[in-house]
């Protein structure tokens, strides 16, 4: 028959059960932005977004496409500026979701979030 434990060893089981590690969770790493393209929220309206594998960001809303912006992503942070920082961007993303703040030289301030769009090829550049 065994021996119920005595209250210092059950102290002693309880914190050794205690001090092992607690194993992490994997995180998936970030998805790359690189030639992908993500519609959703724009400063001035709906936008389309591609991102270039130069650092080029290729933006589109209301049937025009521009080139004046780019883009860098340190794992599932972004950062992106069109206009030579006329408007900026950060945020991160996950999946195929980004979400972050944009502002701009006189003071806007924007709440956007984007989706990524596989099906979508890139707009062309002009």
Known sequence: MPRPLSALGLLVA???????????EKKPPAPKL?????????????TTYTF???????????GQTYTSGSWK??????????NNRYCEFEGTVKGS????KAWNVTGGKW??????????????KP
Not at 34 to 46: K, M, N, R, S
Not at 52 to 62: A, I, M, Q, R
Request: charged share 25%.
């Open 14 to 24: 309880c914190a050794a059960a205690a001090a092992a590690p607690v194993p992490k």
């Open 73 to 82: 992503q340190e794992g599932a942070r972004v950062y992106w500026e069109t």
């Open 97 to 100: 979701e980004m979400a972050g």
């Open 52 to 62: 270039e594998k130069d650092g080029t960001l290729v933006y589109s809303y209301n």
């Open 111 to 124: 709440e956007l979030k984007m989706k990524r769009d596989p099906d979508k090829a890139p707009p062309p």
């Open 34 to 46: 690189e030639g992908t393209t993500w519609t959703g929220d724009g400063v001035v309206a709906p």
